[in-house]
């Protein structure tokens, strides 16, 4: 008993060594780009030069970026609101609609995180160039719709498969139709969760950068801008100065979301039974 409790205190002590260096490796470059942003030097080197605001200054003013992050604002929360809206609607029906059709469709649309996001872009340009639209706000649009559908998929599956099955299935009992009972027994449980897909789909589409980069034409978004900007030395502390700004944000909308998933799965999934039919 005594060496079987030295055996796991030990793999214990390597299991928390491991994920100690997991968490160094994941987080400490990106650490240096908050360091480095308020560092009163062009140059990313120890040791630092001293400590200054200057780089943040650089962002007032600046139209280019302003039309850059004025472009990924309208792109994500479209991007978003297509992706949570059919998210949604997948979901449902792989839980709901006990389809083999709607299997196929939940396990198409996740298909997206096994593919490369190069064969996506390219394959997305040659699309939209054979409908004629070509290179586009509206092409960045669908193409980041496409990226973020499998999160909107996946969250809301979770979300609908949380909820007890016995709650549709008094509201078809009472009267209700499939359309009923998803507005207004469904969709009132899963807000929490939908909220939180739009939220983790806006991030997505905020931050992606390789499809854009096909799909792109002369309204770059935010990504594109900085890459663009990583051309010209002196403009790296200003782009670490921006990169600071959006960790910030992203950081605070997938907290967000989270507890916003986290409280759709806390919260009561069951509520009295209307006395009377449904109506539409």
């Known amino acids: 008993m005594r060496a079987a409790g030295h055996r796991f205190a030990a793999g214990r002590n390597w299991l928390g060594a491991y994920v100690a260096a997991y968490l160094v490796f994941l987080y400490l470059p990106v650490s240096l780009i908050p360091l480095f942003s308020f ?9 630092l030069q001293g400590f200054t605001f200057a780089w943040y200054g650089t962002l007032v003013g600046n139209s280019a970026l302003s039309g850059a992050l004025s472009n990924s604002i309208v792109v994500g929360v479209a991007a978003a609101a297509g992706a949570t809206l059919c998210g949604t609607t997948v979901a449902y029906m792989e839980i709901y609609g006990r389809s083999p059709l709607a299997q196929a469709v939940s396990m198409i649309s996740r298909l997206p995180f096994l593919i490369p996001g190069v064969i996506v872009g390219i394959s997305l340009l040659i699309f939209v160039n054979l409908l004629g639209f070509g290179p586009s ?56 969760a939908v909220g939180s897909a739009f939220m983790l789909a ?11 980069f096909f799909l792109a034409s002369t309204e770059p978004t935010l990504p594109l801008y900085i890459w663009s900007q990583l051309r ?11 990169g600071t700004m959006i960790l910030t944000v992203s950081f605070v909308i997938a907290g967000l ?20 039919p449904f109506k539409p």
Request: proline share 8%; glycine share 4%.
């Open 39 to 47: 560092n009163d030097s062009i140059q990313a080197a120890f040791p």
């Open 137 to 192: 706000r509206l092409a960045i649009v669908l193409g980041h719709i496409l990226v973020a559908l499998p999160t909107s998929v996946l969250v809301m599956r979770g979300r609908f498969a949380s909820i007890p099955r016995s709650m549709s299935e008094a509201a078809l009992d009472l009267g209700a139709s499939d359309w009923v009972t998803f507005r207004r027994v469904m969709l009132p449980l899963s807000l929490p």
């Open 202 to 212: 806006f991030l997505m589409s905020f931050d992606e950068f390789i499809v854009a």
């Open 232 to 242: 010209f030395p002196k403009s790296l502390p200003t782009v670490m100065a921006l």
């Open 257 to 276: 979301a989270e507890l916003l998933r986290r409280r759709g799965l806390s919260q009561m999934t069951s509520r009295p039974a209307p006395a009377g």
